[in-house]
């Protein structure tokens, strides 16, 4: 689950142990740097650049998670060193908006730090939050539902889909497969499996 630093993803991860790991997004960080500003600042944007211009060079040829995950070694990881050597040596007051960048980055640099290890995992969740524009205008259209069950079945829906979309699945495709494999009794099917099939 790739996320923004708010605390409930940790917390739901860690009392489900196992159920989901938390990584966290980088264009959140990049976000608060850029909102402070100065020279300081422009290094962690900088360093951050570096990072999404070696996804940028990967997204030029056919996907290979193989070679997506050798680039993050050989080119993301020292980028990632660069940037933690620099973040713990830079001073600034801790409520300065300089400080609580380079905070914001410290509290959540094991879930940063993740998509080294799992070439799955993206370096944000920007494509996640740009799927989400559609049910956030549409919601009064549930207003209507009148149910808790109602609302969580269309949350649970929008998700698929969207989830569908990223991965590459024709929606209706992967909706078809995931209901006869329900009716067949068999274990849910989600979109990333869907396409590997």
């Given at each position: 689950l790739v996320t923004d630093g708010y605390a409930v993803y940790a917390a739901v991860a860690k009392q489900r142990a196992g159920g989901f790991r938390v990584a966290h997004c980088w264009a959140h960080v990049r976000r608060k740097f850029l909102e402070c500003g100065g020279p300081e600042a422009e290094v962690a944007v900088r360093l951050i650049g570096e990072l999404y211009q070696v996804e940028r060079e990967y997204q030029t040829s056919p996907p290979d998670v193989g070679r997506l995950h050798a680039l993050r070694q050989e080119r993301s990881r020292p980028v990632v060193s660069r940037l933690h050597a620099w973040a713990l040596q830079v001073r600034a007051l801790p409520e300065s908006a300089l400080g609580k960048a380079l905070g914001y980055l410290g509290n959540l640099w094991p879930g940063l730090t993740r998509f080294?290890?799992?070439?799955?995992?993206?370096?944000?969740?920007?494509?996640?939050?740009?799927?989400?524009?559609?049910?956030?205008?549409?919601?009064?259209?549930?207003?209507?539902?009148?149910?808790?069950?109602?609302?969580?079945?269309?949350?649970?829906?929008?998700?698929?889909?969207?989830?569908?979309?990223?991965?590459?699945?024709?929606?209706?495709?992967?909706?078809?497969?995931?209901?006869?494999?329900?009716?067949?009794?068999?274990?849910?099917?989600?979109?990333?499996?869907?396409?590997?099939?």
């Open positions: 080294l290890d799992d070439a799955l995992i993206p370096l944000d969740n920007n494509a996640t939050e740009r799927a989400l524009r559609g049910p956030v205008v549409g919601r009064k259209n549930h207003y209507g539902s009148r149910s808790r069950r109602g609302t969580e079945v269309a949350a649970i829906l929008y998700s698929l889909l969207e989830s569908a979309k990223r991965c590459g699945v024709e929606p209706k495709a992967y909706l078809r497969a995931a209901v006869l494999a329900a009716l067949n009794g068999e274990p849910p099917l989600l979109p990333h499996l869907h396409a590997a099939t």
